[in-house]
C-alpha cells in the first residue's frame, strides 16, 4: 500500500511526526513494532493498590532472570509497558543499561516527563571548544516551535529569566515544599536558582486532558490524561483528521532505496506474529524508532549506493553516543519544620539549573556543564521498616513522621565521542531476523571529573543551608541508565562529518527524516525530550511545505 508519509515509531516524537502530518493533510502511515496501548483502557494497573498486587509491586526472582535490564526500571505495577531482555537481546560491549517499551506510545507511558529547552549555550558548545561538529541550527530556529509543542503538551513551571534555560509557555508550577523552599532561599544568596521542575503534568484542564490527581503512578499510564504522552494526546489529534492509519506489530526492517530516483520508496517490515514480510511505500519518511533502533534500521538498510548503510557517506552512522550521568549527588537532614508537612503525590521534584562554566562564573576543571535535581520530603514508615518492634507504640513510631531530608544529584553533559557508538553483529539475527545490536559505551575523564564537582557543590549548598549528616555518593551507574540515549545520526552542516541536515534531513537522501534522539548533534544537560518534540514538529513543517513546492 502507498501512503504520503510513512512515520516508524509510536512514542514522543513518532507521535509529534503523526500528529503534524495528518493534520498537514498527509495521508499518514504509522508502524510500532509492539502492540495496541489504547487511552485510556489499555492501562490495567492504574487504579489499583497496593495490595491488589500479587507480590506488593516486588519483581519476582523470575521477572529479574529474564529480564535483568529492564527489571532496574519496572516494578510489578508497569512492567507490562517494558520489553522482555530475553526475547530482546543486544550485547554490551562494556555496560550499558537499555530501557524499551514496544508499544504503541512506545516509553511515552514511562517517561519522566521533565521538559527543559536548550539554549545557544548548548547550540554553540561544540563549535567553542571543539568536541563534535556545529549545530547547523540555534535557539532562534527552534524557539517558535518550542512555543508550539509545549502550548499542546502543558508543562507546568515557573519562569526564571535564565540565559543557560530559556522559560517557556507555562501552566502554574507545583509548589515547593517548606525544606525545598528553605534551600531555595539559600542558595539564591549565592546567585544560583532552585525551582520546581518544568514537567509535562498538567496542573490545570488542558486540550481536553488533565488535570494531574497528584497519585504520583505517572508509570502505569494516566486513565485522567493528567500528563503528556503519545497514546492520550498525539495519536488521538493524529486519528481526528481521518489521515491517520495505525499498524502495531510491525517490525520495520529495511528501508528500501530506489538507485533510480536516489529516494527511499518505503519500507520493508515484518510482521511481528506471522513473521510475514509485508512491504509499505510513501513519498516521505520519518523515523522516530528510538535512538538505538532508529540508527540499527538505517545501518541495516543496505544498497548498492550505500553498502555501509542509508546514508552513511560520512561513516559517522552509528557514532557519538551519548547519554547523561546521573550518578552523583548528596543528601542530608534538616532538623527544623517539626510543625509542617505536606499533601498529596507531586510527580516531581525541584530543578537547580546549570551554574558551571557560564559567561560569568570561572571556568571549571571540566568542559560543558550539569543541573541538580532534587527532592525533599520527610522520612516515613518507609525509612523504618527494618525496625525491630511491635504494638501499639510501634505502629504509633512507624507512622509519626520523622525529620525532612533532602536528596539532589547531578545530571550532566556526555561530550560526543565518536568512540561510543552501535554496530551490527549480522551473525546473531534475532526471531524477526534483525541483527543482534552491539553497545559499545563508557563515560569518559571529563564526565568523570564532572562527578567529583557535583558531589562537593551539592553538600556544599546543603551544609551552607543548614543540612545535617549530609553524605555525598556516587551510584557508578552505567550508560544508558539516565534513559537519555542519543547521538549516532547526527546533525550537521558537512556532509562529510554528519548525517541530517539542519533540518533532520538525511544528507544524501531527502525524503528521509529523523527527529528523534538520534539526531542530537551534543547532549547539553537538560532532559532531551522537549527539544526532539520541537524538532519533530519544525521538520514536518518543512516536508510538508517542500511537498507543496515539489521539491520531494
Known amino acids: 500500500m502507498t501512503y504520503d508519509a510513512i512515520v516508524i515509531g509510536s512514542g514522543i516524537s513518532g507521535g509529534w511526526a503523526a500528529k503534524e502530518l495528518c493534520e498537514r493533510g498527509l495521508k499518514t502511515l504509522v508502524l510500532e513494532r509492539g502492540r495496541d496501548v489504547r487511552h485510556p483502557v489499555d492501562y490495567p494497573t492504574a487504579m489499583l493498590n497496593p495490595w491488589d498486587f500479587d507480590f506488593r509491586l516486588n519483581n519476582t526472582i523470575v521477572d529479574i532472570r529474564k529480564s535483568p535490564i529492564q527489571s532496574m526500571g519496572f516494578d510489578e505495577s508497569t512492567k507490562h509497558f517494558y520489553v522482555s531482555d530475553d526475547e ?30 536548550l539554549s545557544d549555550l548548548d547550540f554553540e558548545a561544540n563549535s567553542k571548544d571543539g568536541y563534535g561538529v556545529d549545530w547547523p541550527i540555534r535557539y ?16 507546568s513551571g515557573k519562569a526564571e529569566r ?20 528553605h534551600l531555595a532561599d539559600e542558595i539564591r544568596k549565592t546567585g544560583r536558582v532552585l525551582t520546581a521542575a518544568r514537567v509535562a503534568n498538567l496542573t490545570k484542564g488542558w486540550k481536553g486532558r488533565g488535570p494531574c490527581q497528584y497519585r504520583n503512578l505517572c508509570a502505569r499510564g494516566c486513565p485522567y490524561g493528567g500528563y503528556f504522552s503519545s497514546n492520550s494526546a498525539t495519536i488521538p489529534a493524529a486519528f481526528a483528521t481521518g489521515n491517520l492509519s495505525l499498524r502495531p506489530f510491525s517490525v520495520a526492517k529495511e528501508l528500501i532505496f530506489d538507485d533510480d530516483t536516489q529516494r527511499v520508496s518505503g519500507v520493508r517490515v515484518v510482521d511481528a506474529v506471522t513473521l510475514e514480510e509485508v512491504e509499505f511505500f510513501s513519498r516521505i519518511l520519518f523515523v522516530n524508532a528510538s535512538t538505538i533502533n532508529t540508527t540499527a534500521l538505517l545501518l541495516a538498510s543496505k544498497s548498492n549506493r550505500f553498502p555501509n548503510g542509508l546514508g552513511n557517506d560520512s561513516g559517522q552512522l552509528g557514532r557519538n553516543l551519548m547519554d547523561h550521568h546521573s550518578s552523583a549527588g548528596a543528601e542530608g537532614v534538616y532538623h527544623g519544620f517539626k510543625d ?8 516531581c521534584g525541584f530543578l537547580i539549573p546549570r551554574y558551571r562554566n557560564l559567561e560569568k562564573s570561572p571556568p571549571a576543571s571540566f568542559l560543558r556543564g550539569y543541573q541538580v ?7 516515613g514508615w518507609q525509612e523504618r521498616k527494618g525496625e525491630p518492634g511491635f504494638g501499639r507504640g510501634f505502629k504509633e513510631r512507624l507512622v509519626t513522621p520523622g525529620d525532612w531530608k533532602i536528596w539532589m544529584g547531578g545530571w550532566g553533559e556526555c561530550l560526543p565521542n565518536s568512540n561510543n557508538r552501535i554496530t551490527l553483529d549480522e551473525t546473531q539475527p534475532d526471531k524477526w531476523g534483525m541483527p543482534r545490536i552491539i553497545i559499545d559505551f563508557a563515560f569518559g575523564e571529563n564526565e ?5 564537582d557535583i558531589q562537593s557543590s551539592c553538600s556544599e549548598m546543603l551544609e551552607q543551608a543548614g543540612f545535617r549528616n549530609v553524605r555525598v555518593f556516587n551510584y557508578v551507574k552505567p550508560g544508558g541508565s539516565t534513559v537519555h540515549e542519543m547521538g549516532t545520526a547526527r546533525m550537521g552542516h558537512d556532509p562529510a562529518t554528519s548525517v541530517l541536515n539542519g533540518f533532520n534531513q538525511l544528507h544524501a537522501v531527502k525524503n528521509v ?3 528523534d534522539g538520534s539526531c542530537m548533534t551534543s547532549s547539553a544537560c537538560q532532559n532531551p525530550s522537549l527539544t526532539y518534540m520541537a524538532l519533530t514538529a519544525r521538520a514536518c513543517a518543512y516536508a510538508v511545505e517542500q511537498i507543496k513546492n515539489k521539491e520531494l
Open 88 to 117: 530482546h537481546p543486544y550485547t554490551q560491549v562494556k555496560p550499558f543499561n537499555w530501557f524499551r517499551g514496544y508499544q504503541v506510545g512506545g516509553r511515552s507511558l514511562i517517561w519522566g516527563r521533565q521538559c527543559y529547552r
Open 140 to 155: 532562534a530556529d527552534l524557539k517558535p516551535w518550542y512555543d508550539y509543542v509545549e502550548s499542546f503538551v502543558g508543562i
Open 162 to 181: 535564565l540565559p543557560q534555560l530559556p522559560d517557556g509557555v507555562f501552566l502554574p508550577p507545583m509548589e515547593l515544599n517548606c525544606v525545598e523552599q
Open 340 to 347: 509542617r508537612f505536606y499533601k498529596g503525590r507531586r510527580p
Open 373 to 379: 535535581q532534587g527532592v525533599g520530603g520527610r522520612e
Open 448 to 452: 568523570e571529573v564532572m562527578q567529583a
Open 513 to 515: 527524516f529523523i527527529t
